[in-house]
């Protein structure tokens, strides 16, 4: 029997701003990577770092520290995994929250057992043995209470439902793991009826997702037991934002020979920038009105292959960012990817769990389950606004003929960072900003 894992169904709408609020990254130490050997382990923060990360953070415990690390060293490999296997089609988008995913095979975890379960901690960076398995459910089910409170800044939603074929008996404790730690709704599904059932999953996840992602499921294995979804919902706010009078089209070098015309917007403003000259890039910080920033990676045209976000690349970006006041000019745009997880992830290390061989006998014990897909989209919408401002804005224009000007006008990476919860949401590499 197939287990058809819809992974990390997630959606985020991002305006743009500016004001001297900025995440204050809390890697501020050299890091070391260490080769795992699945690769699951590559980016390791060392044991300095973590300490500094302890004086500087009140919020989070050192267990909740721990675990963050861990999500943080798994989004760094899968990003590289992912950005290597792209270079294949040189001019294709991937966007991607390892957040969403980590919380996706964090919740199969729950049922896994032997070494399909050990897999799937090892490649998530999650196997530690200052920390016991509960502890890391309940690290997830406190960051999940902590984005879903409405009282809070973050803007960010998260929720996640297990689609499970009607007559079919999961255990009892599985399902309860899944409502504490996850809040996780259980849907009963006729599978019988597929295109039924097809049209029951793309709704849930159109309704949850306001209609960006319409369609994540295309076929159904006529032998599917269950359907794992989750989605992040991420609405940021930039703290200043771009004056639309001032967006124009521009061009946009995706290579020496191609062009494409963008919106571009623009605004002058105070952000920390940098410019990396071993590196070949340009380096800005955009900051929202909470505690998230977007960190944008401006390789000189031709290099972004020769850009890689490591540790140690993060870390020197960001004690040597300073403030300074530029002239932006950000393209206005939106990027969306559909992302098979199935080979990523096997070559990372989680081979079991998609073969006969896969353990997860801690959901039934009277079906012989598997994984058959492993499925993540995402959307990402960049304006001059935010999702929630439309027509609430007001805008400085201020001639900026005098400040040096930051250019996004050719391929880049970018990372969405939560500063109070330590936490990658959301990680890109921009090739064509027209390619949707």
Same mark, same amino acid.
């Given at each position: ?95 991607? #929250?390892?957040?969403?995913?980590? @919380? ?6 729950? !049922?896994?057992? $032997? &070494? /399909?379960?050990?897999? +799937? ?100 294995? #006529?032998?599917?037991?269950?359907? @794992? ?6 609405? !940021?706010?930039? $703290? &200043? /934002?771009?004056?639309? +009078? ?118 039934? &014990? ?71």
């Amino acid at each position: 029997m197939h287990f058809f894992f819809c992974l990390s169904l997630f959606i985020t709408l991002i305006s743009a701003s500016d004001a001297d609020y900025f995440l204050k990254y809390e890697h501020r130490h050299r890091h070391n990577q260490q080769e795992h050997k699945h690769g699951c382990r590559e980016e390791q923060k060392p044991q300095k770092d973590k300490d500094q990360c302890s004086k500087d953070k009140g919020r989070l415990t050192e267990i909740e520290k721990s675990v963050a690390d861990g999500n943080s060293n798994f989004a760094l490999t899968l990003f590289k995994k992912l950005t290597t296997d792209s270079e294949k089609s040189p001019k294709q988008n991937v966007f991607f #929250s390892p957040l969403s995913v980590s @919380l996706t095979f964090s919740m199969i975890s729950l !049922g896994a057992k $032997a &070494e /399909t379960h050990k897999q +799937i901690l090892e490649c998530l960076s999650l196997k530690q043995a200052k920390i016991k398995e509960n502890q890391v459910h309940e690290t997830f089910k406190h960051l999940i209470q902590e984005l879903n409170d409405p009282k809070n800044n973050y803007k960010l939603n998260i929720g996640n439902s297990l689609f499970i074929k009607e007559n079919v008996e999961i255990l009892k404790s599985f399902e309860n793991d899944l409502k504490n730690y996850y809040q996780a709704d259980v849907v009963p599904t006729n599978f019988q009826d597929s295109e039924h059932a097809k049209q029951q999953l793309n709704d849930y996840v159109q309704n949850k997702t306001h209609g960006k992602i319409k369609e994540i499921i295309q076929n159904l294995d #006529s032998d599917t037991e269950m359907v @794992l979804m989750n989605y992040v919902l991420y609405k !940021g706010e930039w $703290a &200043e /934002t771009f004056a639309p +009078i001032l967006t124009q089209r521009w061009d946009f070098s995706i290579d020496a020979v191609t062009k494409v015309k963008v919106p571009m917007m623009n605004r002058m403003g105070l952000y920390k920038t940098y410019k990396d000259k071993d590196r070949h890039c340009d380096v800005i910080e955009l900051p929202y009105k909470n505690e998230t920033v977007m960190l944008v990676v401006v390789p000189e045209l031709g290099k972004i292959n020769e850009v890689s976000l490591t540790w140690k690349d993060i870390t020197h970006w960001s004690n040597n960012l300073i403030n300074s006041f530029v002239d932006l000019y950000m393209p206005k745009f939106s990027v969306s990817s559909k992302l098979s997880l199935k080979d990523t992830l096997s070559h990372m290390g989680i081979t079991n769990i998609f073969t006969d061989n896969a353990d997860l006998s801690g959901i039934s &014990e009277k079906v012989k389950l598997k994984v058959s897909k492993a499925s993540h989209s995402a959307v990402l919408d960049v304006n001059e606004y935010g999702t929630e401002a439309v027509g609430a804005t007001s805008a400085n224009v201020i001639p900026t003929k005098l400040f040096p000007s930051f250019t996004v006008d050719r391929p880049f990476l970018l990372i969405i960072y939560n500063n109070a919860l330590d936490s990658f949401l959301f990680m890109g590499k921009v090739m064509d900003p027209t390619e949707n």
